[in-house]
């Protein structure tokens, strides 16, 4: 029922800059959260950064100070600004949405998940 289309991955310097962009289309009524998860081979996926539908942010301790998250409900994106990036910053990174849905008759929720994009921190 909707898709995230995750852009921005690429290959970048240590102490470089990335812009994420996830943005959502397809059926839906309202986004809720929107985050930011990472993951490297063999490790679990991590939250990176979350922010609420009214704008509230939190952020892992890995990233804080560093990474900013944002989000246009007008254009159904959310953004993830990576500055001072790290080596140990390199990960495949996933955009997640919790949704609410609209029947025609009741509302429920969902989430979904994009297809993930590659980071890659190298000199």
Do not use: H
């Amino acid at each position: 029922q909707v898709q995230l289309a995750e852009s921005g991955g690429g290959l970048v310097q240590p102490g470089g800059s990335l812009r994420l962009s996830c943005a959502a289309s397809g059926s839906f009524f309202r986004l809720n959260t929107m985050a930011w998860f990472r993951q490297t081979p063999g490790k679990r996926r991590e939250l990176v950064a979350r922010i609420t539908a009214t704008g509230n942010t939190n952020y892992g301790d890995s990233v804080q100070g560093r990474f900013t998250i944002s989000r246009d409900n007008a254009k159904s994106t959310v953004y993830l600004q990576m500055n001072s990036l790290k080596p140990e910053d390199t990960a495949v990174y996933y955009c997640y949405a919790d949704l609410q849905y609209y029947s025609g008759t009741s509302y429920y929720t969902g989430d979904s998940w994009g297809q993930g994009t590659q980071v890659t921190v190298s000199s």
